[in-house]
């Protein structure tokens, strides 16, 4: 027996309310990762002070001031994907719960096309596959990549049917 709890109607919205929070969750601890993953690359990856002291030769006198603005830069960089994935993916909670604000879907917008370039980029060129690396580092990045265009059209998918599923069953309500 169909109740208003378990109609069909509550149970699809239900689970997409679900994914849509599963989502932005994914989302903000992926931003965290983005994050730790800069910062490491700093001190030890390729754009370690060192391997960029050791290309560029700079002088000594201006070392100190390179790595001061350098870490700042680098940590603005840091703060800023954090922010950027908070807001995506805190949008994304709240709107599960409720929330009219749809800001957070512009963003998400944008950042998909910017995953989908971000994807193609590892080919070189758009339909040329001849300088793709498959050493582990690429094939991870690349799994990561497409989890977060994944999880991107998750947030974006849910929120959709969200809304389409409210308005079916408010207008189921006003034509009983």
Known sequence: MLTAENSAIDVSLRRYKKELSTSGGGYILFGIWSAIKVV???FVGELSVKK???TYEIEPEA???FEAFYFTLIG???VAVVLLHLYVGLGAIRASSGSKKRG???VTVVLLIFGIINLLGYGGQVGDLSNFSLDDTTIAAFMVDVTVIIMLVGILRSAKMIK???MEKEQGIQGA
């Open 63 to 65: 070392l100190v001031f």
């Open 52 to 54: 960029i002291v050791d």
């Open 164 to 166: 389409k599923l409210t």
């Open 76 to 78: 603005i960089a840091a």
């Open 40 to 42: 490491m690359s700093v």
């Open 104 to 106: 957070y879907l512009w």
